[in-house]
């Protein structure tokens, strides 16, 4: 049986790494740092969160919530681990970063059947299966052997990260705990502006100087994680209607729904440092603190991260891929996470779950395996194997991604919402099914890993 190299031990990649090996496959995982860092990461643990601790809804009827419960039921590595580590983030799936990160370093390196690798890959073996799961910032030199293998130029976009201040620089005589129309109860803090204060906060930050970018390059945003300048440049409203939108808000003080609102989200299960829910930016360091204490309660706040942008890098999938996530030219090799052109850390997990489990099939001979087409992990190998080319962009789990309920279904389920639990019903049905006919008779991912 080859051996399964996997390149990258981010999300994707300690995914995969986890789902070979439980299998039966030998892995040797490369991640390049402490090596050699990269524009974002802190620390040498793997699957270090660099964004939002955020893992987005894990609301029942949401897409979000049928990514994540796919991958629970499938014995997901990340996903476990954030079960354990999570913090309290109202309807969303929200963890410790640094414990998280922690607790999946430990479990890689116990698993008897993966070697961990503290070296930068910069060629694909010749004479072992690989899973290219490097992620959006990716060395150049690896960058470089992408591009020899894939035969085309790469794809971008630029992304931002949000500050995290410390809990006790908030002053919550202002800020208030309340989650949107009380889904988690107290979950959030939350700075009201009435409509004076929002005009001097909105004025400051278009007027704010940003971190220059590439020169020479063209500036390509994702749409879901656009900078808070950049929104705001859209129109005045716009931040009104989006991260700092009060609906379902009522601050005690005054009994009515602020005018504007800035969500807090807890970071870590000490509860000592929040996140900017929204707030990710690319201003010069000295701007961003300047601009934050415009916000009520932040007047004081002390910055422990600031925002900050990187490039993200991704091939153009539908080129290369196959449904089984390997290269129709080269079988022996694989992508996974937002290398391929999967936006969002269980995305990436989910794409490394596949990966992973068809290499080791591959490793001994075995069939691959297609996820099913009505379930989220299919959409998303369906989309990064047969969107279309010309027009290829990073993309979340939606519900637009998913195949649509048949006509007679849509007449029986005439709202939106009824519609979305269906169809979370319906996927997870075929899911089980599918784990149980194929997945689950050959390994168990939770008896193997102990």
């Known amino acids: 049986m080859k051996d399964v190299v996997v390149v990258g031990g981010g999300f994707a990649g300690v995914e995969a790494a986890w789902q070979a090996a439980c299998a039966g496959a030998r892995v040797r995982l490369y991640e390049m740092r402490p090596v050699r860092q990269t524009p974002a990461h802190r620390t040498d643990r793997l699957a270090e969160i660099v964004c939002s601790n955020s893992l987005k809804s894990d609301e029942q009827g949401t897409a979000p919530y049928l990514l994540k419960e796919e991958l629970r039921r499938a014995g997901s590595l990340v996903m476990e681990a954030a079960t354990e580590t999570r913090v309290p983030a109202g309807a969303a799936l929200a963890v410790d970063r640094h414990r998280f990160a922690q607790l999946v370093t430990e479990r890689i390196n116990a698993h008897p059947n993966i070697s961990l690798v503290r070296e930068e890959l910069t060629r694909v073996p010749e004479d072992a299966i690989t899973i290219i799961a490097a992620g959006p910032l990716c060395s150049d030199d690896l960058a470089a052997e992408i591009m020899r293998l ?154 422990l991260q600031h925002g900050q942008i990187h490039r993200n890098t991704y091939i153009c999938a539908p080129r290369v891929l196959a449904p089984t996530l390997q290269m129709r030219e080269r079988p022996e090799v694989f992508f996974a996470g937002q290398i391929s052109g999967v936006e969002g850390y269980v995305e990436s997990v989910a794409t490394g779950w596949l990966a992973g489990l068809n290499a080791a099939r591959l490793a001994r001979g075995a069939s691959l395996l297609q996820a099913p087409s009505k379930t989220a992990i299919g959409a998303l190998a369906r989309y990064v194997s047969g969107a279309n080319a010309e027009k290829y962009q990073p993309v979340n789990i939606t519900f637009a991604l998913l195949e649509p309920l048949p006509e007679d279904e849509r007449r029986r389920f005439r709202k939106k919402r009824e519609r979305h639990h269906r169809q979370v019903e319906l996927a997870l049905i075929e899911w089980d099914n599918w784990l149980r006919e194929t997945v689950n008779q050959e390994h168990s991912p939770q008896a193997a890993a102990r």
């Open 150 to 303: 894939t035969g085309g130029d790469q794809l971008y976009f630029y992304d931002a990260i949000a500050p995290i201040v410390a809990a006790d620089s908030i002053n919550c005589e202002i800020a208030f705990r309340a989650a949107r129309y009380g889904k988690g109860g107290d979950d959030y803090l939350n700075c009201p502006m009435d409509e004076e204060q929002y005009a001097t906060f909105y004025d400051a930050l278009v007027e704010a100087k940003s971190v220059p970018l590439h020169r020479f390059e063209e500036t390509r945003w994702f749409e879901a994680c656009l900078p808070v300048e950049e929104l705001a440049r859209r129109g005045r409203d716009t931040l009104r209607y989006g991260p700092m939108k009060p609906v379902g808000l009522v601050d005690p003080r005054t009994g009515r729904e602020p005018y504007a609102a800035v969500q807090l989200r807890q970071e870590n299960l000490m509860a000592d440092a929040y996140n900017l829910v929204g707030f990710q930016n690319h201003l010069r360091y000295g701007e961003q603190e300047r601009i934050l204490r415009l916000i009520p309660g932040l007047e004081q706040a002390e910055v």
